[in-house]
């Protein structure tokens, strides 16, 4: 009785909410959409209890029906045996009556004309006696007989009466019930529709919703050879890039706002990773470099650590060089967490071609894929078709992928290096959907920025991002 009253008291008053108008019109202003969202999460919470509680009760009253009709069953089987017995009861007395009759008319038969004609005919006083004495035995048993069954009839027909009286009551709570259910049903699609306005509300509130994402402190050009893999550390970048380098081989610069105790192997420096740790404003950490990328660090002075000449760096004798050099991070004394944070929107606010998965072969024996996994909001990164893990066993995942298009050209060395400066097109890939767009950088320092075809910035979503640069 108690859930029964709350569960009214509970549809009664998000009814009256729904009198009042649409929720859309009555959640927090825009201007703090943490607080709307918490709104749309509570309306959400409440509606998702109410439903819990319909559902039971909706249940509990399916169950009871079930009971009523195993009831009505047995009613209906009790009244078959009833109806049975009152015609049995019903064969008896006309079977007495006539027996009685038939005694009457013997004593007729047999000369007499009525029951005193058969007293009169006493020989004698005893003969009288006798007489009397046989017809009153014959008279009582005979009245005995009758009323017995007229009285297992009456209470036959008592009990059939009642257990009518029993079956009406039970198809007539039968009846309310059903309506009573039909009724919960009703408000419980109501509800779920109410649910399902709120869901998709919230989805679009947490667009305007800002999560706070540390910025990088340090950026390390990270080893992709096979025998580097799988890497330390790279599950806990927050921006990675994946570039060419000779060989048709890539390389990572994988930036950290966290401090892994251990990242690697580390590899050399390359021009388009020097203008990209850049733009980022971090600690650029490589394995030296060749002589004229170490000018360009210097001449730039962009913050660089040499992994060859610092102590804190270390080989693991468990892989062969150069495939082996890590550092910690948490120890290199750049600092213990991230200088500062950037808000970023929590989901995309726009819509785009379906971009569930995709793939970006760098050469005949490497390729990178995709695909967007709905539970985790972001996309699982596969190398040659297997996953990509780290090297505890963590998956690689990516919340924003931008595959960055651009001219490879070989310098002066015959090195490939990526043009990262100028413009050219881009995919970027978010949230299961793909937009088209292009990637632009003035100057060595300056930010790469990424734009919609209609020219409107990307402003990445809350968490870690893949740029892929590749091939036109």
């Known amino acids: 009785m108690y859930r029964k009253i709350t569960i009214m008291a509970l549809i009664l008053l998000l009814f009256i909410g729904m009198a009042s108008g649409h929720k859309?019109?009555?959640?927090?202003?825009?201007d703090n959409p943490l607080e709307e969202v918490e709104e749309i999460e509570d309306d959400i919470a409440e509606y998702e209890e109410t439903i819990r509680l319909l559902n039971e009760d909706i249940e509990g009253r399916l169950e009871r029906l079930d009971e009523l009709d195993r009831e009505l069953a047995k009613i209906e089987q009790e009244l078959e045996d009833t109806e049975a017995a009152l015609m049995d009861s019903q064969k008896r007395l006309e079977e007495t009556t006539k027996q009685f009759g038939g005694r009457v008319r013997s004593?007729?038969?047999k000369g007499g004309t009525s029951y005193l004609e058969t007293l009169l005919a006493?020989?004698?006083f005893g003969d009288l006696i006798i007489r009397l004495a046989y017809m009153q035995r014959i008279a009582d048993r005979d009245a005995e007989l009758i009323s017995s069954v007229r009285e297992e009839q009456q209470r036959t027909e008592e009990q059939r009466l009642a257990m009518e009286e029993q079956r009406d009551n039970i198809e007539d709570r039968k009846f309310q019930m059903q309506a009573e259910r039909i009724n919960l049903e009703d408000q419980r699609e109501t509800l779920t529709l109410l649910l399902e306005a709120s869901r998709e509300e919230l989805e679009e509130a947490l667009t305007r919703v800002?999560?706070?994402e540390g910025k990088p402190i340090y950026?390390?050009?990270?080893?992709?050879?096979p025998n580097a893999r799988p890497q330390h550390g790279l599950s806990q970048a927050n921006i990675v890039y994946e570039y060419e380098v000779e060989g048709r081989a890539t390389r990572y610069l994988a930036l950290f706002h966290e401090l892994p105790s251990k990242v690697g192997p580390i590899r050399?420096?390359?021009?388009?990773?020097?203008?990209?740790?850049?733009?980022?404003?971090?600690?650029f950490i490589t394995a030296s470099g060749s002589r004229d990328n170490l000018e360009r660090i210097r001449d730039w002075g962009v913050s660089y650590t040499n992994a060859l000449s610092h102590g804190d760096f270390y080989r693991d004798s468990a892989r062969r060089a150069p495939h082996n050099l890590y550092v910690n991070l948490s120890t290199l004394g750049q600092g213990s967490s991230s200088p500062g944070s950037v808000l970023r929107p929590g989901h995309i606010s726009r819509q785009g071609s379906s971009g569930n998965s995709f793939s970006i072969e760098y050469s005949n024996n490497y390729r990178i894929s995709y695909q967007y996994d709905e539970n985790q909001e972001a996309y699982r990164r596969l190398i040659n078709g297997s996953r990509h893990q780290d090297a505890t066993g963590a998956a690689i995942w990516a919340r924003n992928v931008i595959v960055q298009y651009t001219n490879h050209p070989r310098d002066s060395?015959?090195?490939?290096?990526?043009?990262v400066l100028g413009e050219g097109p881009i995919d970027y890939y978010v949230s299961g959907q793909r937009f088209r767009g292009t990637w632009k950088k003035t100057s060595p320092n300056g930010a790469t920025r990424f734009y919609y075809?209609?020219?409107q910035e990307i402003e990445r979503i809350y968490g870690s991002t893949w740029i892929q640069i590749a091939r036109p």
């Open 24 to 30: 859309s019109e009555v959640y927090g202003s825009p």
């Open 453 to 455: 075809e209609d020219g």
């Open 122 to 124: 006493a020989d004698n």
């Open 413 to 419: 060395r015959g090195r490939t290096t990526p043009e």
């Open 268 to 283: 050399s420096a390359r021009e388009h990773s020097i203008m990209l740790a850049w733009e980022n404003n971090i600690n």
């Open 219 to 225: 950026g390390i050009a990270l080893d992709n050879h």
């Open 210 to 212: 800002p999560q706070s």
């Open 107 to 109: 004593s007729y038969m």
